[in-house]
């Protein structure tokens, strides 16, 4: 192997690969039982970028060489760089001694579409089953659905991936045909569709066969760029819940833009990236898939944006200040989630520590609760705040506690056009 | 107060429970550690590290205790911690007080505390099992050292043993002079005494694979390529990966 050339080509592929944002390496639980080589389990971040970001999985691209020209992507094809591509067995040597490293979970393989979307899949479809079959390699696989690529094919991939993914790209079709012309919806959801599909038809047929081979086992993701186009947060997150209802997406990643091009279409080089709305996106993200949150609590018509300047709980709170104070000795498990202040790991230790003794405010505060956030909301016996607090003081005095990590980079939602 | 000294290992510490059960030692301050006794300790107890008595310690826990409470505690126990088998001690004399399972009890200091530092001790292990480097010898080992925080070693013996079936490996910790060694068959505990410096490169000339220097370098170039400058954040970069754990990262070295 040339050193230099390979090197190069890692370069390109992976620096191209890095803007779809999707590091997960669990909800796969695939047992190393033939003595190959790997395990799935809850995931782990082996490394973690300067921009702080886990690296789970080797994540390239087989090529940036693309027949599209979508203005949000780097590898569009009126754009002028250098291109490469990775030979089959490359890509899966490159796999193989990260892996043995103990450098990476698995694989996480994408690419630019050559020739038509089939021939493309095929080639990923090939290395995974290289992997797979070959090396007994056991580690995590995620593949990249190529959009329109046929039914026969995403169905092969299946069996050899823990995930697929497809990219939704832009939150609503009308932004997807202004930057993404040769790109259409349809070629999107069909396969999410098959996808969807096919899991529950594995699920089923796993129950009256045992030795059934499983099918995507780590079920399916998407992504949409955000901040690119002047959609609302309300509609970004709709689009999500529906994600989650209809297609049941494991997960929704939200990748805000990151200025590449000089195309009037976009933000001009040298905008900030969104990462404070892309941050409040995945907390709203979290509260509808672990806090019992519906999408209307969080953004309805009158509220289309969320607050920047606090969390999309405590903003839900401070709209909803009847609901409160709350017992946290008697209140049920589901409202203690919903205070400020209480993640789902408290909320447990709340629920199983008051069937001892009676909780207060100081065991709260050895639990790890941040009882400066949470005091306006909750009462624990005779212990709550007297003063009867306005939404806005709480979140002035709140706000003034601590110096938001964010503040020097704030970028609000301004409209773009 | 009473000196309780036991040997130091997690099978002489439920002896040393058994003991002060059957001694009726009031009120023990066990340490594993050889320390000079002092005047304070003239009625200290040396612990005899038995089988039989650990294991009936072991067996009552079982009972009293789910698996994860039993888990947390041998978690709890890896911390080495200072004075940690009082806390121990007391939460175990709690669970065997009891009727009813005690460990969810995070109103009590104790249960709260062995909560607490079994988790810390788990997210080393965690950590751990991300942050093993592997270099290829040429004589096809797959060689690592760590520095973790606490004895973790007999925590991710089983992630690495499931996940390498068919490499052998050997992962050393260079504070705890010991490493566990799989020889595609099983682990063991190895102690090698070192006589070079693990940091010193020069010292490992000669011993690598040809193809070792290939992959660090192609996976140096990875980890920088997958970097989006446009986002950078130290802050949150080192919180991740604290320094102190960068001397033994290919990526960060």
Redesign the interface.
């Known amino acids: 192997m040339n050193t230099d050339r390979i090197t190069e080509k890692l370069s390109i592929l992976a620096d191209a690969a890095k803007y779809d944002v999707s590091c997960s390496s669990s909800g796969s639980k695939r047992k190393n039982l033939n003595k190959g080589l790997g395990t799935t389990g809850n995931g782990i971040c082996h490394a973690y970028t300067e921009d702080g970001r886990c690296v789970s999985l080797l994540k390239i691209l087989l090529t940036n060489v693309c027949i599209f020209d979508c203005a949000y992507c780097v590898s569009r094809k009126s754009n002028d760089i250098k291109r490469a591509a990775f030979t089959v067995q490359e890509v899966v040597d490159l796999t193989i001694n990260f892996y043995r490293r103990n450098y990476i979970e698995g694989l996480f393989i994408s690419s630019g579409i050559f020739t038509n979307a089939d021939y493309t899949m095929e080639r990923l479809v090939l290395i995974a089953k290289k992997l797979r079959t070959e090396h007994k390699f056991n580690g995590y696989i995620h593949i990249k659905t190529i959009p329109g690529a046929s039914e026969e094919i995403i169905k092969e991939a299946g069996l050899y991936a823990d995930r697929l993914s497809i990219n939704v790209e832009m939150p609503t079709e009308k932004s997807l045909a202004l930057l993404a012309p040769d790109k259409k919806r349809i070629d999107m959801i069909e396969p999410m569709k098959i996808v969807k599909q096919a899991i529950i038809e594995n699920r089923e047929e796993k129950k009256l066969f045992k030795n059934t081979p499983i099918f995507a086992p780590a079920g399916q993701s998407t992504q949409m760029v955000i901040g690119a186009t002047p959609e609302t947060d309300l509609e970004i997150l709709y689009l999500a819940n529906g994600f989650y209802k209809k297609m049941n997406m494991r997960r929704v990643y939200y990748s805000g833009y990151v200025p590449i091009s000089n195309d009037n279409r976009l933000p001009a080089i040298g905008t900030p990236v969104p990462m404070v709305r892309e941050n409040r996106l995945y907390q709203a993200d979290w509260l509808m898939r672990f806090y019992g949150f519906e999408v209307h609590e969080i953004v309805d018509k009158n509220n289309p944006l969320l607050d920047m300047d606090i969390d999309p709980k405590l903003s839900w709170a401070l709209r909803n200040l009847q609901v409160f104070p709350i017992d946290v000795n008697i209140a049920d498990y589901k409202l203690i989630l919903r205070v400020p202040g209480i993640g789902v790991q408290n909320a447990k230790k709340i629920v199983a520590a008051r069937k001892y003794t009676a909780i207060g405010f100081a065991h709260l505060k050895k639990m790890g609760i941040s009882i400066n956030r949470a005091r306006y909301f909750i009462k624990a016996g005779n212990e709550y705040e007297i003063k009867d607090w306005q939404p806005s003081e709480i979140k002035h005095s709140i706000l003034s506690e601590g110096a938001s990590k964010y503040k020097p980079n704030f970028s609000s939602q301004i409209p773009l056009f | 107060m009473q000196l309780v000294l036991y040997d130091g290992t997690w099978i002489g510490f439920f002896s040393a429970i058994f003991e002060i059960y059957e001694y009726k030692i009031a009120d023990p301050l066990i340490s594993g550690r050889e320390v000079e006794i002092g005047s304070i300790f003239s009625n200290s107890h040396k612990v005899h590290t038995d089988e039989t008595k650990t294991r009936r310690v072991i067996n009552k826990l079982r009972q009293k205790l789910s698996p994860v409470g039993f888990s947390q505690l041998y978690k709890t126990f890896l911390s080495e911690e200072k004075e940690i088998e009082n806390v121990m001690f007391r939460f175990i004399r709690y669970a065997l007080s009891s009727k009813n399972s005690?460990e969810?009890?995070?109103?009590?200091?104790d249960v709260?505390m062995l909560q607490q530092v079994s988790r810390k001790v788990h997210r080393e292990k965690?950590r751990m099992?991300?942050?093993?480097?592997?270099?290829?010898t040429k004589d096809q080992l797959?060689y690592?050292v760590i520095q973790p925080d606490y004895n973790v070693l007999p925590l991710i013996m089983k992630?690495f043993k499931?996940?390498?079936?068919?490499?052998r490996w050997l992962i050393y910790d260079v504070i705890r002079k010991y490493g566990i060694y799989y020889d595609l068959h099983k682990v063991s505990e190895v102690s090698i005494d070192f006589n070079f410096d693990c940091n010193d490169e020069s010292s490992f000339a000669g011993i690598y694979n040809e193809?070792e220097n290939?992959?660090q370098?192609?996976?140096k170039?990875?980890?920088?390529?997958?970097?989006?400058?446009?986002?950078?954040?130290?802050?949150?970069?080192i919180?991740?990966?604290p320094k102190r754990y960068w001397k033994y990262?290919?990526?960060k070295k």
Do not use: C, G
């Open positions: 005690i969810n009890n995070y109103a009590d200091p709260l965690h099992e991300a942050f093993v480097r592997f270099q290829l797959y690592a992630h499931d996940r390498y079936a068919d490499q193809e290939l992959y370098v192609l996976w170039q990875y980890f920088k390529s997958v970097n989006i400058e446009a986002r950078k954040n130290t802050r949150l970069h919180q991740h990966m990262l290919v990526e």
